[in-house]
């Protein structure tokens, strides 16, 4: 089955300031990567998610990049604000009959310093 | 329109006890996931359903059981707990049957702790 690593566990960056947060896959045939936000004590929501035909995808001060090669995919966060203060989970599912539910990474607290 | 919601909000259970932990959503979906948290492990796939009638294992399925008679409803059961099933429960569901590019949608979770 699918594997998801997801680097690092914890994140600061003072605000304003980049982050950036990776993760890998072990299943050649997944073919969609999602991002999940969760703020504290609350459920995880989607914010962005890509697919194997695209290479980088962007949404506002979001943008997620994907080397379907190394079968890495990355999370940037531009202009951090307090407000992205969150625990962020990668995810990672295949087309391929069997593969289709979502294997999530172990998550990144990312704590932005005013 | 409510969305996802799940009963009870928090539970503390004595080992051994029978639990059924609700799940209920409105938006129509076609299919449903119960999900564990655990810190330092993400979140785990305990079963789905795909679509009413048909239910299927996720990661980590032993010691539950689910139950899928219509589209709204998708109930989960602990039929004798034990403490290593303490965790944060969530319930999602997506639109269509197929997990692939579907955004999932999660209710407010159910805090768990098995004594």
């Known amino acids: 089955g699918e594997n998801v690593e997801q680097h690092p566990s914890t994140l600061s960056v003072q605000e304003g300031d980049s982050a950036v947060i990776k993760c890998t896959y072990s299943d050649s045939a997944s073919n969609y990567f999602p991002w999940y936000k969760q703020e504290l004590g609350k459920r995880p929501q989607l914010i962005i998610d890509?697919?194997?035909?695209?290479g980088e995808k962007k949404d506002q001060r979001i943008a997620v990049t994907l080397n379907k090669t190394a079968k890495h995919f990355s999370l940037h966060i531009t202009e951090t604000q307090p407000e992205d203060s969150a625990v962020y989970f990668c995810a990672a599912s295949s087309s391929n009959f069997g593969n289709e539910k979502l294997t999530f990474g172990t998550g990144t607290r990312l704590t932005i310093i005013p | 329109i409510a969305g996802i919601t799940q009963a009870p909000t928090s539970q503390i259970l004595a080992a051994g006890r029978r639990m059924t932990l609700r799940c209920t959503q409105d938006m129509r979906h076609n299919a449903m996931y119960w999900y564990r948290q655990d810190l330092g492990l993400g979140l785990r796939l305990i079963h789905y359903s795909n679509t009413a009638g048909t239910t299927g294992k996720g990661e980590v399925p032993d010691g539950y059981s689910v139950s899928r008679a219509n589209t709204d409803d998708f109930p989960l059961t602990l039929a004798s707990a034990v403490p290593s099933q303490t965790s944060v429960y969530f319930c999602a569901s997506s639109p269509t049957g197929a997990a692939w590019g579907d955004t999932q949608y999660f209710g407010p979770g159910t805090r768990l702790t098995v004594l």
């Open positions: 890509i697919r194997s035909n695209v």
